[in-house]
């Protein structure tokens, strides 16, 4: 069972454009959200994250909004740029399993200029 | 990324047994190995924290990890099988609690053939 759904898949956007990416997950507990940015043959690098006490983490051009409520929550990337296309994580974390995180399947995102 | 270096970066065995190797120049408490394959996102193996195995998620008993110090991991492979061409990363953070950031290295590229 997939504790963390991320979609879409995959999204392509016109470069300055807002990209909008989504995630939702299955256990209560969680607590932590975590977004990791990928780009082919690196690394997942934290890009930013939400504490569940909060509905909304701005950095940058990067906002999370977070509903505690529903379950889920959607990264968006503000005026999208060809360098921002890249592979996306949504993960979780919990007290309970330590510093274990649960991704999820990842978005790939591609903007095009 | 020089702060967390991999070695080696790639590698194609037939069958062999292998060592990878993870220095962390952070001075974090924790180090992690991570296997990601194709289209897929990071899935834990092992977590050491303060040179302590923490956690050992389903693993085969070919892959056997060490932590000489702090600072250092190791990951020994014996007998790969094929399903375990993927790229493996090592992380650290600065403990082993949850809510701590991952910085990941760039991964060691495993083929087998």
């Known amino acids: 069972q997939q504790q963390v759904r991320q979609s879409p898949q995959s999204l392509t956007v016109w470069e300055g454009e807002t990209a909008i990416l989504n995630c939702s997950y299955e256990?209560?507990?969680?607590?932590?959200f975590p977004w990791y940015q990928q780009f082919p043959g690196e690394g997942p690098a934290l890009l930013i994250a939400i504490r569940s006490v909060s509905d909304k983490k701005e950095d940058g051009g990067f906002t999370i909004f977070f509903n505690k409520r529903e379950k889920n929550l959607s990264l968006h990337i503000k005026d999208s740029q060809p360098g921002d296309s890249a592979t996306y994580f949504c993960a979780a974390n919990d007290n309970n399993a330590g510093a274990k995180l649960t991704f999820g399947g990842g978005t790939r995102l591609t903007v095009r200029p | 990324n020089t702060k967390i270096t991999q070695s080696p970066r790639y590698l194609i065995l037939g069958r062999a047994n292998k060592s990878l190797e993870c220095e962390q120049h952070l001075g974090h408490n924790a180090m992690y190995w991570y296997k990601q394959s194709a289209e897929k996102p990071p899935e834990l193996m092992f977590l050491?924290?303060?040179?302590?195995?923490?956690r050992n998620e389903t693993v085969p008993s070919r892959f056997i990890p060490e932590c000489p110090d702090s600072s250092k991991l190791l990951l020994h492979i014996s007998a790969v099988d094929p399903e375990d061409s993927a790229v493996y990363f090592c992380?650290?953070?600065?403990?082993?609690?949850?809510?701590?950031?991952?910085?990941f290295g760039e991964g060691s590229r495993l083929i087998v053939v």
């Open positions: 256990n209560s507990a969680f607590d932590y």
């Open positions: 992380a650290s953070s600065r403990t082993g609690n949850s809510g701590n950031t991952l910085y």
């Open positions: 050491y924290n303060l040179k302590q195995l923490i």
